[in-house]
């Protein structure tokens, strides 16, 4: 098996090129051109040829195909297909705000939370991510459209906390100075919830934005929705959120994708209103977007704006979520299956 050097952060490059007993300099040099999408040892033209013939023996360089590229006639959002080197397929988004680019990206082929509404999960999980492949996503997406994305959201297929150690070595790439340079302010996660892993990553006391897929403030609709909340109930994972809060100093976001008679009732919102009430969190509604599959409507606009009324009577900061890409399936939960079934 070759490294995927990818996947290595500045010291553990240092340390290999130590190894071979090439100059500190090199480690650096390697870096930067993987991290502006180069894609062969052959091409890093500043390094001595024999350096460049042992990287391509002990190492390899991963370099997604891209299999498909839609783009947005509405808004210009452009969702990427992506060929992993084993043949699996993922997919990013790219939209394109006031503020810059921001790129949502995978983290896993598939996913194994079995939320009802979401069609990432329904073929289940294939594999993890390497932070290699995460920021292919990012690296490609910016060679191929031109530009710089300033902003990454973990919000595409996958649930990253799933792939906790991988994810962390991803921000930490992308974070570094030496390559993309992408602030963890700049970076938002999102979870279903995983309260060991909410608390682990507390730890480590990032700047980024965690997101919480809420979806419903009580068990009963909970669970109905998302299988995992019968392993961490709506509390627990909010009594999670409050100590990540304390840690970290960074408010929650809490999504919540607005599903018909199922979640979305004067009832809901007013529960939600208390719980969240005072903690500084911030909801995000979304439309549900259709997945066929899946048998559930969105709620109608005059339910959301009613629900979002009872949540800032209630003293909650609430947004809707802006649909971009809506005609290419760039949406929530949308991604990879339409492909994969074609
Ligand atoms: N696994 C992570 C991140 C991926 S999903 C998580 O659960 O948060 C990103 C967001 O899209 C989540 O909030 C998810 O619940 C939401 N989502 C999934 N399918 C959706 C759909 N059909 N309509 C609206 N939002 C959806």
Redesign the pocket.
């Known amino acids: 098996m070759k490294l995927d050097i990818k996947s290595c952060v500045p010291d553990e490059i240092a340390g290999l090129m130590k190894q071979w007993g090439q100059p500190r300099f090199r480690a650096d040099q390697v870096f930067s051109w993987m991290h502006s999408g180069c894609e062969s040892f052959g091409d890093m033209t500043n390094l001595p040829a024999a350096l460049r013939r042992k990287l391509e023996e002990e190492c390899c360089l991963t370099c997604p195909s891209i299999l498909r590229k839609q783009v947005s006639e509405k808004d210009g959002t452009v969702k990427y297909l992506w060929k992993l080197g084993d043949g699996n397929s993922v997919e990013s988004v790219v939209m394109k705000y006031r503020y810059g680019y921001t790129i949502c990206i995978s983290t896993q082929v598939g996913?194994r939370?079995g939320?009802m509404?979401?069609?990432?999960t329904l073929g289940g999980l294939v594999r993890c991510l390497e932070p290699s492949e995460m920021l292919d996503q990012v690296l490609f997406a910016q060679k191929d459209m031109g530009i710089r994305i300033s902003n990454i959201v973990l919000?595409?297929i996958?649930?990253?906390l799933d792939n906790f150690d991988s994810v962390l070595r991803f921000l930490q790439l992308v974070n570094s100075p030496q390559g993309l340079q992408i602030g963890m302010r700049h970076i938002s996660l999102?979870?279903?919830g995983l309260v060991e892993k909410v608390d682990k990553l507390a730890e480590y006391n990032l700047q980024l934005t965690l997101?919480v897929?809420l979806?419903a403030p009580d068990d009963e609709t909970r669970s109905r929705i998302m299988p995992v909340n019968r392993r961490y109930g709506v509390d627990e994972v909010l009594a999670a959120c409050s100590r990540y809060f304390e840690k970290t100093g960074r408010r929650i976001s809490y999504?919540y994708?607005m599903i018909r008679d199922v979640n979305d009732t004067d009832r809901h919102a007013k529960l939600l209103a208390e719980k969240l009430k005072g903690t500084g969190a911030h909801v995000n509604l979304?439309r549900?977007?259709h997945?066929e599959e899946r048998g559930l409507t969105p709620s109608t606009p005059q339910q959301i704006e009613r629900f979002t009324r009872i949540l800032q009577d209630g003293g909650v900061a609430v947004t809707l979520r802006r649909r971009l890409g809506s005609d290419i399936d760039a949406?929530?939960?949308?991604l990879r299956r339409k492909t994969e079934n074609n």
């Open positions: 996913c939370m939320c509404f979401c069609a990432s919000m595409g996958g649930e990253p999102s979870t279903c997101s897929s979806h999504e994708a979304i549900l977007n997945v949406s929530c939960g949308q």
